[in-house]
């Protein structure tokens, strides 16, 4: 991007709006645009800051309101093939997201994070990690800040560490880390990326880019993962982890100790049982974490002592409280079968299940079939209940409920548990039916548990 170039900006979320706020400071001229004609054009201009070379849309995009624009930024919500981008692309205007906006704008070296699952807690671990070693350390992405809105004060000694996510990913150009990490694939916004082959080709473009002098870190336990990685066509050096499997090279379990192989010789890093992180995946996610920050050159003492001091981030199967013997984890950021299915595995006893929420068009047989002799009561809310209750009844699970709320599925589940049971909330789908966001739930579920 050229410092004055005209750009247009579409979405005024959080990262539409840093990303504007980066082109102004850079001495360029915005054309912000929203698709909602509703929003109050005062109010979103007042999220920018005032500026005579910004300019506000709201509702339909005409041809006459991108004359002079040389540049679209989309915000990571709006799908490629939605009307607004049909019109812009017969315009002929280059279209970049958020995501690349900031790489090109930023300094210093990048690691970057991907997959369906756990991508919060391993780029908050290795961020952490990170800052044990280095100075200036920037976490930045669906946790947190956006990328963009810390370009300006980065510099070249800066380490940032990237969460990105398929929708950042599908308008990547010359977006290159330094280490990159692919966690797992498994089905998820399969309403917006309609079929798996593209979902997947989408989160393995994390590593377009890259080149023979980088190094991507891979599930070797995930079956796409390890044919991407064994394909031969890769040119970062790949670094393995497997939760299930003795690796010669890589990090892998022995017992309960992640250790960390180099030519079949075995280095201890962490008793699994010295972590305040709970369940095989967050085992996967810490040997992510220490497999990045170690190609970054951290010693392995100090990625030790970071694991062992790191909580749980939030809304991640975070422990809430226990109250008449029984334990509350609110798991919100279970927004997908998969990442319910970890949730669930975590959960040391009898559960008490509060899920469903908005459909992304989501299967749940597999999760249902994990109910078996760990769920004693499913407790129901939301757009898909009925899907999920024809689910599980469909595998001979009959012990469901509904509830009309979040605060009544808490009431119910306290009246139904005993001692030594757990309660956790983790939906298995999108909150947007009745929450503005999964934070948004999770708070409200810590609430209504504290308030018992």
């Known amino acids: 991007m050229n410092q004055s170039q005209k750009v247009l900006v579409a979405g005024t979320g959080i990262s539409g709006i840093a990303a504007a706020k980066l082109i102004l400071d850079k001495g360029g001229e915005v054309v912000l645009y929203d698709g909602n004609a509703g929003l109050n054009p005062e109010e979103v201009k007042a999220k920018v800051g005032d500026n005579a070379k910004l300019s506000l849309v709201l509702g339909e995009i005409k041809r006459s309101d991108l004359l002079g624009v040389e540049l679209c930024v989309i ?64 976490v930045v ?149 220490a497999a990045m920050s170690m190609q970054m050159g951290v010693p392995l003492e100090k990625i030790t002592q970071v694991i062992r001091d790191f909580r749980p981030v939030e809304h991640r199967i975070e422990f809430v409280r226990e109250r008449t013997g029984v334990k509350y984890y609110n798991d919100s950021k279970g927004t997908n079968p998969d990442a319910a299915i970890q949730a669930l595995r975590a959960m040391p006893g009898p559960t008490i299940l509060i899920a469903g929420g908005y459909d992304k068009n989501s ?9 078996e002799g760990k769920v004693r009561y499913l407790i129901l809310i939301g757009q898909t209940r009925d899907k999920i209750a024809a689910c599980a009844k469909k595998h001979g699970f009959t012990e469901i409920m509904y509830a009309e709320d979040l605060p009544e599925a808490v009431q119910v589940s306290a009246v139904y548990a005993d001692t030594g049971d757990y309660v956790l909330l983790s939906p298995a789908c999108a909150s947007w039916d009745m929450f503005k966001s999964f934070e948004e739930r999770g708070e409200i579920f810590k609430e209504c548990v504290m308030n018992l």
């Not at 299967?363 to 109910?371: H, R």
Request: contains cysteine.
């Open 141 to 289: 992405g669906n946790i947190g800040e956006p990328y963009t809105a810390k370009v300006e004060t980065m510099t070249a000694e800066s380490v940032t560490v990237a969460e990105v996510s398929s929708f950042q990913l599908e308008t990547i150009l010359d977006f290159r880390p330094e280490v990159s990490a692919i966690l797992n694939i498994t089905p998820d916004h399969l309403n917006r990326h309609k079929t798996m082959e593209n979902y997947i080709q989408i989160k393995e473009a994390i590593t377009l880019n890259q080149t023979e002098e980088d190094a991507v870190v891979l599930n070797y336990d995930d079956p796409v993962l390890r044919e991407f990685g064994e394909s031969g066509e890769l040119k970062p050096r790949v670094i393995w982890f497997s939760s299930r499997e003795k690796l010669k090279d890589g990090f892998c379990m022995n017992g309960d100790t992640i250790v960390y192989c180099k030519s079949g010789r075995e280095t201890p890093v962490i008793n699994v049982h010295s972590m305040h992180l709970l369940g095989r995946h967050n085992y996967e996610n810490v040997m992510a974490a």
């Open 75 to 138: 915000s990571p919500g709006i799908p490629l093939d939605s009307p607004f981008v049909a019109v812009v692309d017969e315009a002929k205007i280059p279209i970049i997201g958020e995501l690349e906006l900031a790489y090109q704008s930023s300094l210093g070296r990048l690691l970057a994070i991907t997959g369906t699952n756990g991508k919060t807690t391993t780029t908050a671990l290795t961020g952490e990690i990170l800052k044990a070693q280095f100075e200036d350390v920037y």
């Open 363 to 371: 299967e749940y047989d597999d999760w249902v079939a994990e109910f």
